[in-house]
């Protein structure tokens, strides 16, 4: 079975500064996807970024990037210019997608608080 | 395009009524999934579907009942409730492709008493 483990309950950053959010997984499989959602206050989840697999390149999205380890099972997310507005509960998501695997399930993290000081 | 409607937003149980959380969503997608959110334990898959007629079980499956009769819609029923079951629930959907996001409900913060 997947796992995928946040180790940082909770972080803070300075506004403006650049943080960065650990996320470890563990698979046997060798297609999927990852994903980090954000939850803010309001409880919606809203997807920030994802990853295929299969891709070296490491996934960029405006102010947020992914370093993607993929032999070493690793996935962080880099804020930079960091800005009140991404304070927030953020977590990592795995998703197979490979046969009877792809069945829309995702596997998530048990997040990370994000603080960000004015 | 409404996305995912789930409803009710909050919700008061005494311990051994039963109530049923609604997902309904308007864009098609195979893939619907039911989970609950606890503090440090991040998002846990109940149960999930792969299209109309067909569920299977997640992680935390125990005391509670889903049905796809419908594309559209994707019901979770609380047979008994139990003080255990207070929690946050999302309803999600997504397509079958992989790389496409998944889309949650507003969620329902549900309280046991």
């Known amino acids: 079975a997947q796992t995928v483990t946040q180790s940082q309950p909770e972080m803070s950053v300075q506004e403006a500064e650049t943080v960065t959010l650990s996320c470890t997984y563990d698979?046997?499989?060798?297609?999927?996807?990852l994903f980090w959602y954000k939850q803010p206050p309001s409880r919606q989840m809203i997807l920030v970024i994802r990853q295929e697999a299969y891709k070296q390149q490491n996934a960029t999205e405006n102010r947020f990037s992914v370093n993607f380890q993929k032999a070493a099972k690793s996935f962080s997310l880099k804020i930079s210019d960091s800005q009140l507005g991404d304070a927030a509960m953020y977590f990592c998501?795995?998703?197979?997608?490979?046969?009877?695997?792809?069945?829309?399930?995702?596997?998530f993290g048990q997040g990370t608080t994000l603080q960000v000081k004015p | 395009n409404a996305g995912v409607t789930q409803t009710p937003k909050f919700q008061v149980l005494k311990t051994g009524q039963s109530m049923t959380l609604q997902c309904a969503q308007d864009m098609n997608h195979e893939y619907m999934s039911w989970y609950r959110q606890d503090p440090g334990m991040g998002l846990r898959l109940i149960h999930y579907s792969v299209g109309a007629g067909i569920t299977d079980q997640g992680e935390v499956p125990n005391g509670y009942n889903v049905s796809r009769s419908t594309t559209e819609d994707f019901p979770l029923r609380l047979l008994s409730a139990a003080p255990s079951q207070t929690s946050v629930y999302f309803c999600?959907?997504?397509?079958?492709?992989?790389?496409?996001?998944?889309?949650f409900g507003q969620g329902t913060r549900l309280t046991v008493v």
């Open positions: 698979t046997s499989e060798s297609d999927y996807y």
């Open positions: 999600a959907s997504s397509l079958r492709q992989g790389h496409t996001e998944a889309f």
């Open positions: 998501a795995y998703r197979s997608y490979h046969g009877s695997s792809n069945t829309g399930k995702l596997i």
